[in-house]
């Protein structure tokens, strides 16, 4: 991602998400040498890359992954994007020999935990009313090497 694909991503994080992240967010990982944001456009054209329908935005900090921000257009969801960049992301820690991959995910989103879980997460813990928009729980996932143990 870059600072050229910004509005577009604003656009699809207000349309998944009930508290989404701000310009301000989004510039500060764009900035950030240890993140990286991942598109999943909807093909190449003449002018360059097609509409964005998803991204995921991830830290590889030494031998972990820490996943940050995933969202697939509303439009498009389960058709596989989700699932797309999250092997991208696991493959990218593979290859760097990580051991730990982990994120946070709303409680109430389901689609969200199956597909966490089918690629190898195990919920580790709760943060209670973690999300601002309704003070709803976030379970702490984790895949690979659970820290503390």
């Given at each position: ?46 002018q ?41 992301v ?19 989103n ?12 195990q ?27």
């Amino acid at each position: 991602m870059s600072v050229h694909d910004l509005e577009e991503v604003l656009a699809l994080e207000a349309r998944a998400f009930p508290d989404p992240w701000s310009r301000a967010q989004f510039e500060a990982e764009l900035n950030n040498p240890h993140a990286t944001i991942c598109l999943a456009r909807q093909g190449v054209t003449t002018q360059g890359g097609g509409a964005i329908l998803g991204y995921i935005a991830y830290w590889h900090i030494v031998d972990e992954i820490q996943i940050l921000d995933v969202a697939v257009d509303p439009h498009v969801q389960r058709q596989g994007i989700g699932r797309k960049l999250l092997d991208h992301v696991l493959r990218t820690g593979e290859a760097a020999r990580c051991v730990t991959w982990s994120l946070e995910v709303r409680a109430s989103n389901r689609a969200a935990r199956r597909l966490y879980t089918s690629a190898g997460f195990q919920i580790v813990n709760t943060r209670r009313g973690y999300y601002a928009h309704g003070g709803e729980d976030a379970f702490i996932m984790v895949r690979g090497h659970v820290p503390g143990t």
